[in-house]
């Protein structure tokens, strides 16, 4: 089968350094009986050596061209196929089918990548850890603390659903064709669900989304549709903060309050 040219569409740059390929596998350390699921598994270089040590893959690729190449290496008209292909769009793909609980690999899209952090995130109860290729920009920021120039809307939505580690830097020329960024490698494990303390997701969604809406503006400004003067003074948060200045605990508390009051 001819080489297979990367399309830009699909945001594909296929990861070809062994090294970084053996320090990945090495950090999400597949055992055999996992229940994994690789997004996007492109020309297969996590793909091999992943199914040098589990029973069973899983795998979404939404490139016909890419799912005939692995057809082709592993057919499906088998009766137990060791790489199960599901063909289409992942931020359309019913993880609920593969069952509990998942273990969730991939070098995302980096044009997709939010989109997809937030659609995992649906599942987290369904889920045992991820680890995702994305640009380092986008760890960065998932990772950031806050009163830091990453910390943002992205930061307060992923943290408070995930406890979440930057592992290793990927330079461009790891890749082929090699992107215009650097990239890096981040391990997310869901918070059990005892210890969230969000309640009200999409109340909690909406102040985030508010309070970053504006970043430059004080939290008196772009609150001022859910809290007065006298509730930030009784929360104990300065209103002439910006929304970087609040921790994930801090969006919790108010989003609680404001639960509790029952108007925003």
Do not use: C, W
């Not at 089968?1 to 320090?23: E, P, R, T, Y």
């Amino acid at each position: 089968m001819s080489a297979h040219k990367a399309k830009k569409k699909f945001g594909q740059n296929f990861l070809v350094d062994q090294n970084i390929i053996a320090d990945i596998i090495g950090a999400i350390r597949p055992e055999t009986d996992d229940n994994l699921v690789e997004i996007g598994p492109g020309l297969g270089a996590l793909t091999r050596p992943l199914l040098k040590s589990l029973a069973h893959l899983h795998v979404v690729e939404i490139d016909r061209d890419i799912i005939a190449r692995l057809e082709a290496d592993y057919p499906q008209d088998r009766p137990d196929p060791k790489l199960i292909i599901h063909a289409g769009d992942a931020l359309k793909f019913d993880l609920t089918s593969l069952g509990a609980p998942l273990r969730i690999v991939g070098n995302l899209p980096y044009n997709i990548s939010s989109p997809l952090l937030f659609y995992f995130a649906e599942y987290a109860d369904r889920i045992t850890d991820m680890h995702f290729m994305l640009q380092n920009e986008v760890v960065e920021r998932m990772v950031a603390d806050y009163s830091t120039p990453a910390y943002g809307r992205l930061s307060v939505m992923l943290q408070y659903r995930f406890f979440m580690e930057k592992l290793l830097d990927v330079p461009p020329d790891s890749f082929r064709p090699a992107p215009k960024v650097n990239s890096a490698i981040v391990r997310m494990i869901p918070i059990p669900a005892d210890q969230i303390v969000v309640k009200n997701e999409k109340l909690f969604g909406e102040i985030v989304g508010t309070a970053f809406g504006q970043r430059r503006k004080t939290l008196r400004n772009t609150l001022k549709s859910f809290l007065n003067e006298a509730e930030f003074e009784q929360l104990g948060i300065n209103p002439q903060l910006r929304a970087e200045n609040l921790s994930v605990a801090e969006f919790a508390r108010i989003a609680a309050y404001v639960d509790d009051r029952g108007v925003a």
